[in-house]
């Protein structure tokens, strides 16, 4: 038999009651979290979003509360009236442990089936289960404070933003393909047959149309969805904190994130300094090996293609030999020298060399190829010491106008970083990276494509070259890196029809194709666009780090697997073929490989 709520209040959070409320009559409300039973005594943990605080149900004073306890099971919903008393013995380990509560009355409000893992920190079932079950799995503390966490960085961002002068405007869902480089989701359309709105990647062109209407600065706390092959740290629907400013210098827009990041830091007790670094990109990949380097330790990269000249053939080289200085790795096992490799290969390398530097000297399988005398002018070159391996990789995959192999060594960097303990965990180091180019090479498309989107301003010396040498325009974008990930990216926009129109030819569109996709935002520059610039970040990698996490949906209440599905609510799902009708479309039988 269940009890109802009635008209019963709750007086506490269970997570609340200190010292100080003892001899206080609650009512407290929450889940069973575990339930021992000593015949006379029946003690339980009741749980809810504060915390945990120990019920004590007692034979001899309170027999009728005590009998009902003799049904409780874990993750049953209760009402207790009681009071608070001090402990006899205090439990150092939870914020409660001073105090239990007498339970003088019990009100079973719900039951519950055994759940398919415990509600506790420490989970031992599969991310499956876990994500099945959501609702279970939210119970647990750890996500709960990530939850709360979230929506704290989230308000004081919005109340920051409020306080420079922004304001919130939403935009549509239901809209047009908005390109950031991935594929749309599409929604058909039930009264126009055979058309189709797409979800915005971004809010890009709507939030540049605010700025030409006048709107001055905006902000929005925003989904998008990207239809792309998943990686760990992405998912199909995403939040970003996105803004656009008018009239802005690039100063303007970096000292506003500065400040959100700085408020956003707070939240979660970490202290940032401003204002942030300014590194450029051609630099950090040359160093890092990287456009969103982990500047938390050093090991830059060393360029040690001069050193392998003579035996480039003999190695089968192609490309640049890149190396990196593993301190203390020359203590390494063969079969920890072997990971490292296999590591190097899947990011990857062709081939991977290691010196090793001792008090007696320098070994290494290149001896005989390159010469002892190359490979210790290679060593002196890069600074290695004894008790050091310099590790040297050439890339797999050769792409034009690029350097891969600085790639494949920076996440040899990340990598030896990792094992070798060199990141400070207790390091916050941001970083604006510019001089991006604007354009890159799409192996696919045969064809120069945006490397942002095509809004991206272009370097005003540069604007002749974007019909004849594409390759060497300098855009006016930006990102912001933290630790090792990309928070977010922006730029100042172009902001002359003409210029946009001739973006759209350089990337292959022709008029009427320019105009037919984004010919509102063609027609809206030519009535008096202000100089406009902004940026994009991404809230849960932000969350994500600032809780410690390294899943993304760790800091998302209902994430998608890496397969896009929502295991709970089961979607993506098949739909009734009524739906299909009344939108007109039929489902192709395809040959799934
Ligand atoms: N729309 C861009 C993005 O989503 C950000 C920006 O340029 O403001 O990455």
């Known amino acids: 038999m269940l009890d109802t709520l009635g008209n019963l209040k709750r007086t506490h959070y269970a997570g609340a ?34 915390g945990i605080a ?4 007692n034979k001899e004073q309170h027999p009728e509360a005590h009998a009902k306890a003799e049904h409780l099971r874990s993750e049953y919903v209760v009402a207790v009236e009681g009071r608070v008393v001090k402990r006899q013995k205090a439990n150092p380990e939870i914020p409660t442990g001073e105090v239990e509560v007498i339970a003088t009355r019990l009100h079973i409000l719900n039951n519950s089936k055994t759940p398919p893992f415990p509600i506790e920190d420490e989970v031992n079932a599969t991310e499956e289960t876990r994500l099945r079950y959501r609702y279970l799995d939210l119970r647990r503390p750890k996500l709960h404070a990530n939850v709360e966490l979230r929506h704290r960085i989230v308000l004081e961002t919005r109340k920051t933003l409020d306080e420079l002068g922004f304001f919130e405007i939403e935009t549509p869902m239901l809209t047009r393909s908005t390109p950031e480089g991935a594929r749309d989701y599409l929604v058909p359309s039930r009264v126009h047959h055979g058309r189709f709105y797409a979800l915005p990647q971004s809010p890009q062109i709507f939030k540049q149309i605010l700025m ?19 990686r760990a740290d992405r998912q199909p629907e995403f939040t970003q904190v996105d803004l656009e400013m008018s009239f802005p210098t690039q100063d303007a827009i970096f000292d506003v994130i500065e400040r959100v990041m700085e408020r956003a830091c707070a939240v979660a007790g970490v202290n940032v300094q401003r204002p942030f670094r300014h ?45 990196v200085v593993a301190p203390g790795a020359a203590a390494w096992s063969r079969k920890q020298i072997d990971e490292l490799a296999e590591a190097a290969k899947s990011a990857g390398a062709k081939s991977v060399y290691t010196v090793k530097v001792t008090g007696d000297g320098i070994s290494s399988s290149l001896e005989k190829t390159l010469g002892a005398d190359a490979l210790k002018k290679m060593c002196d070159a890069v600074s290695a010491n004894p008790g050091d391996v310099v590790v040297a990789v050439t890339s797999k995959d050769q792409i034009p106008h690029s350097d891969t192999s600085l790639n494949v060594a920076g996440q040899v960097r990340l990598y030896l970083g990792n ?16 001089g991006f180019a604007l354009f890159e090479w799409s192996e696919t498309e045969k064809q120069w494509v945006s490397a942002q989107h095509p809004f991206t301003g272009i370097v005003e010396e540069d604007l002749d070259k974007l019909d004849t040498a594409p390759w060497e325009c300098r855009s006016k974008g930006y990102d912001l890196v933290l630790n090792g990930y990309e928070l977010g990216s922006g730029s100042i926009r172009i902001h002359r029809q003409d210029v946009q129109a001739r973006m759209f030819k350089a990337l292959g569109l022709t008029d009427e194709q320019a105009r037919q996709r984004f010919g509102f935002l063609l027609d809206a520059l030519t009535y008096g666009a202000p100089p406009h610039g902004g940026i994009a970040l991404g809230v849960d990698r932000i969350v994500m780090l600032l809780a410690g996490e390294k899943s993304l949906r760790e800091v998302i209440a209902f994430p998608k697997t890496t397969a896009a599905q929502d295991l709970m609510a089961d979607s993506p799902s098949p739909v009734d073929p009524a739906q299909l009708d009344e939108l007109g479309i039929a489902i192709k039988e395809t040959q799934r490989e």
């Open 17 to 50: 009651l200190r010292a100080t409320d003892a001899d206080r009559d609650v009512v407290l409300m929450g889940w069973v979290h575990r339930r021992r039973d000593l015949g006379q005594l029946i003690f339980i943990d009741l749980r809810d979003r504060t």
């Open 212 to 230: 030409i209407s006048g709107m001055d600065r905006y902000f929005q706390i925003v989904k998008c969805f990207r239809d792309e092959d998943l």
């Open 54 to 57: 120990q019920i004590v149900f």
């Open 279 to 323: 590194l450029d990109y051609k630099e950090v990949l040359r160093r890092y090996g990287s456009d969103k380097p982990d500047l938390r330790f050093g090991m830059e990269l060393h360029n040690v293609t001069e050193f392998f000249a003579a035996a480039r053939e003999t190695l089968h080289i192609e490309g640049n030999v890149q190396a």
């Open 419 to 434: 094992k070798l303990n060199l990141i400070d965990r207790g390091r916050w180091e941001f970083a604006w990276i510019t």
